[in-house]
T-cell receptor, first 116, second 109 residues
Framework: GAVVSQHPSRVICKSGTSVKIECRSL??????MFWYRQFPKKSLMLMAT?????????EQGVEKDKFLINHASLTLSTLTVTSAHPEDSSFYIC????????????FGPGTRLTVL | GQNIDQPTEMTATEGAIVQINCTYQ??????LFWYQQHAGEAPTFLSY??LDGLEEKGRFSSFLSRSKGYSYLLLKELQMKDSASYLC??????????WGAGTKLIIKP
């Protein structure tokens, strides 16, 4: 199956700093990438959908200026958490969908963000 | 509105069989997915159903009834490593996944 990587896998930062998380599709072209957030013992919450070369579509309640998403190429999307606060601490997961198969999303391994 | 319902938690015994149910309501339908998620890890794909009926894949099987908006995941010969959360997700007409809250499966020896 297709492989999606995320980097870093774990990050600890201080309040007020910004953190960038990368999501890469390693062996296919991802026309669409999804960013999810997951709190402990809760299901995935879709934050935004990004299509290559266009602006991301954010879900209701997700701050665009807080969570900056860039999908500059067919293999890379980035999520930047700006001016991070402790309540931003969470598990962030990306998934990617290719051009040919709309019915499958491939998940990255996730990034554990802890804001002190 | 769109909604996915599945039990919060289930307990089963090693070697036994367990069925995890899922009901869904979506705007359009492009298939039903089951994912397994171990604590601290990303979800991994288990199955995809878009037509009515049962799909069998080793110890795991998934069933779909589109007219009832219902699916189940059947796990046979349970092993301790099957302890995980099982997420049901339905794909709507925009090819977006609508996620259930997940069912935590606890396997006891």
């Amino acid at each position: 199956g297709a492989v999606v990587s995320q980097h870093p896998s774990r990050v600890i930062c201080k309040s007020g700093t910004s953190v960038k998380i990368e999501c890469r599709s390693l062996d296919f072209q991802a026309t669409t990438m999804f960013w999810y957030r997951q709190f402990p013992k809760k299901s995935l919450m879709l934050m935004a959908t990004s299509n290559e070369g266009s602006k991301a579509t954010y879900e209701q309640g997700v701050e665009k200026d807080k969570f900056l998403i860039n999908h500059a190429s067919l293999t890379l999307s980035t999520l930047t958490v700006t001016s991070a606060h402790p309540e931003d601490s969470s598990f962030y997961i990306c998934s990617a969908r290719g051009r040919l198969d709309y019915n499958e999303q491939f998940f990255g391994p996730g990034t554990r963000l802890t804001v002190l | 509105g769109q909604n996915i319902d599945q039990p919060t938690e289930m307990t089963a015994t090693e070697g036994a069989i367990v069925q995890i149910n899922c009901t869904y309501q979506t705007s359009g339908f492009n298939g039903l997915f089951w994912y397994q998620q171990h604590a601290g890890e990303a979800p991994t794909f288990l199955s995809y159903n878009v037509l009515d009926g049962l799909e069998e894949k080793g110890r795991f099987s998934s069933f779909l009834s589109r007219s009832k908006g219902y699916s189940y995941l059947l796990l046979k010969e349970l092993q301790m490593k099957d302890s995980a959360s099982y997420l049901c997700a339905a794909m709507d007409s925009n090819y977006q996944l609508i996620w259930g809250a997940g069912t935590k499966l606890i396997i006891k020896p």
